[in-house]
C-alpha cells in the first residue's frame, strides 16, 4: 500500500541514541586537555545539538568568553575527537522501542535516513555498533550536507534531492524542529532526549506530533498520512 511520507529522516542522539555518556567522557578529556574545569554531564546534556564545535565552545568557554580561543579549541577538539572514538561505543544505547520502529517502518516501504549534526566517523561507530546501519537506509552528516541543521539544504542532502514532497524530520530538540521548518516539511517531536532542558513540546512553531518515545512513531507518522 503506498504511503504519503515515503522518505523519513531521523535524527541520532537523544532520537535515537542515549549517547550523553560517551559524550560526557568525551568532554571530560577535553576539558583535561586544555586544564578547564570538568563540565557535569547534565551541562552537558544541555549543550547537545548544534555540532561537536559548539559542543565544546558551551562547555569549556571561562565565563568572560563568548567562544574558546582558536588555539584552545583546536586541541579540545583533537582530544574530544580521540577518546569519542572509543567512548561512543560503550557510551551509547538505543532507546526504548527503537528497533521494532524502524523495522515497521522499512516494512511499509519507508526510506529512513538517519540526519545528524554528529560527525561522520563517530556516527557511523554508533550505527554499526547498535546495529542501526542495518535498520537505516542512508546517514547524512555535517561533511555530507555541507552545513549543520537547521540550515535546510541539510534536509536537500538528506533526500538527495530538493523535492521535499513525502518527507518528515524526527527528532528530540529545537535544533530540530527549526530544520522541519525551514524545510517546511512535518516535524514529530520525541520527548526524553536533548533540548537544553526544555519540552519539545512547547516548542514554537508546534511539532507536528510530539510522542513520549520511539516506540510511538510508527502510530505518529500513519495518523498525519490520514
Do not use: W
Not at 561533511?143 to 523535492?163: H, I, S, Y
Amino acid at each position: 500500500m503506498p504511503v504519503r511520507f515515503s522518505n523519513i529522516l531521523i535524527d541520532l542522539d537523544g532520537t535515537l541514541v542515549d549517547s550523553i555518556d560517551g559524550l560526557h567522557a568525551a568532554c571530560l578529556a577535553a576539558a583535561e586537555t586544555i586544564k578547564r574545569p570538568p563540565p557535569d554531564l547534565e551541562f552537558v546534556r544541555r549543550s547537545i545539538g548544534r555540532g561537536s564545535d559548539r559542543l565544546l565552545h558551551l562547555v569549556l568557554r571561562g565565563d568572560a568568553e563568548s567562544m574558546l580561543e582558536p588555539d584552545l579549541h583546536q586541541r579540545a577538539r583533537a582530544a574530544f575527537d580521540r577518546h569519542y572514538a572509543s567512548a561512543c561505543l560503550g557510551g551509547s544505547h538505543l532507546r526504548v522501542g527503537v528497533a521494532e520502529s524502524l523495522r515497521e517502518l522499512r516494512a511499509e516501504g519507508r526510506r529512513l535516513v538517519v540526519a545528524t549534526n554528529k560527525p561522520r566517523r563517530p556516527a557511523e561507530l554508533v550505527l554499526r555498533h547498535l546495529g542501526l546501519d542495518d535498520l537505516t537506509d542512508g546517514l547524512c552528516c555535517p561533511e555530507d550536507a555541507g552545513c549543520l541543521k537547521p540550515d535546510p539544504e541539510f534536509v536537500t542532502a538528506a533526500v538527495g534531492n530538493p523535492d521535499r514532497s513525502g518527507v518528515m524530520l524526527v527528532g528530540d530538540s529545537g535544533v530540530d524542529a527549526a530544520t522541519a521548518d525551514a524545510a517546511s516539511i512535518p516535524f514529530i517531536a520525541v520527548r526524553g532526549g536533548y533540548d537544553e532542558g526544555r519540552d519539545i513540546a512547547t516548542r514554537t512553531p508546534s511539532p507536528s506530533v510530539v510522542i513520549e518515545t520511539p516506540e510511538g512513531l510508527p502510530t505518529a507518522i500513519r495518523a498525519l498520512e490520514n
